[in-house]
Nanobody, 128 residues
Framework: QVQLVESGGGLVQAGGSLRLSCAAS????????WGWFRQPPGKAREFVSA????????LYADSVKGRFTISRDNAKNTVSLQMDSLKSEDTAVYYC?????????????????????WGQGTQVTVSS
């Protein structure tokens, strides 16, 4: 059973930075495409960023473009999300997700249903 363990959430002031990490375990992985999603208080889950296996194509939501950076370590089966210039509207529970097997097409990289394993979520709170 694949498990995803997230770390790095917390409380930060607006303008500050946080780095989230997510590690996959419990399986033999030949290809992992990763996604980060978040769920703000009282709102639906939304896409943040993704990176896919193979070509390493990265995708960002417009709301985080230029502030967040996704990176992966294929050897360690981990993904990170560096979040800079944080804003109060970035406050949310952040979830990492992973897709095993073939690459998602670019237009589907931000779709939750494309990922078959999810982490438990980590809280990020940005105070203004």
């Amino acid at each position: 059973q694949v498990q995803l363990v997230e770390s790095g959430g917390g409380l930060v002031q607006a303008g500050g930075s946080l780095r989230l990490s997510c590690a996959a375990s419990g399986g033999t992985f030949s290809s992992l495409s990763w996604g980060w999603f978040r769920q703000p208080p009282g709102k639906a889950r939304e896409f943040v960023s993704a990176v896919r296996w193979g070509d390493g194509k990265k995708l960002y939501a417009d709301s985080v473009k230029g502030r967040f950076t996704i990176s992966r370590d294929n050897a360690k089966n981990t993904v990170s999300l560096q979040m800079d210039s944080l804003k109060s509207e970035d406050t949310a529970v952040y979830y990492c997700a992973v897709r095993t097997g073939n690459n998602p097409i670019v237009s589907r990289m931000g779709v939750p249903g494309e990922y078959n394993y999810w982490g438990q979520g980590t809280q990020v709170t940005v105070s203004s």
